[in-house]
């Protein structure tokens, strides 16, 4: 895998059929259509994958498919996090043995920490982790906001990269200014809309989830963001955000950006829309305002 990690890299969804087991077909149908897409990387197993949410044994499933199918055309990403340093190793020994190329590290969940606590959770996990990493930073789901002197700390450590999903943008800037002299050292966006602004100040991508449904879109907006044309930055950036004010629209729970991603690939035919619990599929209703959404994106189906 060459560095920086860099480009367009969706947080694949986990399809699943109705009984809760792993759809391989849709699973094939979503990494063909996001790599036929242009996309840059797949990031399995992260928030929009339902992650903690699936059993060790569905996760292990995800990441060998994954794996096979994808068959390093693009490099595969697997996201490890979990409550427990054990099961955070046991995620991360599968996605070496399945091949993939790197992993993701957020905190662990559930109990809050402290910086310092986090240092020490990395001084003890990284030596024993058999891919390199990229460190994570998804305050809403663990509690910790990563400050900069932590995320040193994990590039010292062998850390490759950034995800930041804080939606901070001071702090994304704070990031790409403290690393710019590190080469190698990836950040990566989680937040769509700052993708523009990101290549522009020096960073490197995004974990886009609209490029699950949507690749030609995203990659587009980060061609344009590379070649500084802003006149075509201006327009793509202007359908990104009305995918914010449709597809991810519906709903006022904070889950409508996972349950929306995978409406909108069964609306397209891709993989069925089963949500692993406690999580639940749109009603008929929101499927059919859905639909009416997708059809105003027809030229990057």
Do not use: W
Not at 105 to 131: F, N
Not at 285 to 296: C, G, I
């Amino acid at each position: 895998m060459e560095l920086p990690v860099q480009g367009i890299i969706p947080p694949m969804i986990t399809p699943l059929l109705p009984d809760g087991k792993l759809d391989v077909q849709g699973l094939s149908n979503l990494i063909e259509h996001m790599i036929t897409g242009g996309v840059h990387g797949i990031f399995a197993l992260g928030t929009n994958g339902e992650g903690p949410s699936l059993s060790y044994g569905l996760r292990k499933e995800l990441i060998q498919e994954s794996a096979r199918i994808i068959a390093k055309r693009v490099p595969l990403l697997v996201g490890i996090t979990d409550t427990s340093e054990k099961g955070c190793l046991e995620i991360a020994h599968a996605a070496a043995q399945s091949g993939a190329d790197a992993l993701v590290l957020a905190p662990p969940y559930y109990m809050p920490i402290s910086q310092a606590e986090m240092v020490g959770y990395l001084e003890r996990l990284v030596p024993k982790l058999p891919l390199p990493y990229l460190i994570y930073n998804m305050p809403s789901c663990t509690k910790l906001h990563l400050d900069l002197a932590t995320v040193k700390k994990a590039q010292e450590l062998g850390a490759i990269g950034i995800k930041d999903s804080s939606g901070d943008m001071g702090y994304l800037y704070n990031l790409i200014d403290t690393f710019k002299n590190e080469p190698d050292f990836a950040i990566i966006t989680g937040t769509e809309l700052f993708l523009g602004e990101t290549i522009h100040n020096g960073g490197h991508g995004a974990v886009a989830g609209g490029a699950n449904f949507f690749p030609k879109l995203y990659v587009a907006l980060y061609d344009a963001a590379r070649a500084n044309d802003n006149e075509k930055i201006s327009l793509l950036r202007e359908k990104v955000l009305e995918v914010y004010h449709t597809i991810y629209n519906i709903g006022e729970n904070s889950s409508r950006f996972t349950v929306g991603t995978k409406c909108v690939l069964s609306i397209l035919g891709i993989c069925d829309d089963t949500m692993a619990s406690p999580l639940k599929a749109f009603n008929g209703t929101d499927k059919k305002k859905m639909e009416s959404y997708v059809a105003l994106f027809n030229e990057y189906h």
